[in-house]
């Protein structure tokens, strides 16, 4: 999901992260946090930039070290252009969990920022 975010392939993005909620069907936070996610993403598509922000802050008040949240909301932050906290937000989620999409992201911020 990361990777396709980053390359502003929203579609694609989503897809996978659809099935990742197939693979674990029982998951209604994940399942509702997609949607909502859903909803983020069209808004910075739309330029709506503090609504986006908005509720990735919601959700993210909810369950702050949520990997999956954090590195979404880290590359919303690379696709305004504010790499300095894109790089922040995605250093805490690879501070909690290592994956390949986050550290790939936190990477892509890092030579961005430069």
Not at 4 to 16: C, E, T, V
Not at 35 to 54: H, V
Not at 55 to 74: F, K, M, R
Not at 79 to 99: H, M, T, V
Request: proline residues 2%.
């Amino acid at each position: 999901m990361s990777v396709h975010l980053a390359n502003w392939d929203y579609d694609r993005s989503y897809q996978n992260a659809m099935i990742a909620v197939s693979m674990n069907p029982k998951d209604e936070r994940l399942k509702n946090n997609l949607e909502i996610i859903k909803q983020a993403i069209t808004y910075t598509q739309n330029g709506k930039i503090s609504e986006a922000k908005a509720i990735y802050d919601g959700l993210l008040a909810e369950n702050p070290d949520d990997v999956n949240l954090l590195s979404v909301y880290g590359l919303f932050y690379v696709n305004i252009g504010n790499y300095d906290k894109a790089c922040e937000i995605l250093r805490k989620a690879c501070g909690i969990k290592e994956s390949f999409g986050t550290v790939s992201a936190l990477g892509f911020a890092e030579y961005e920022r430069i």
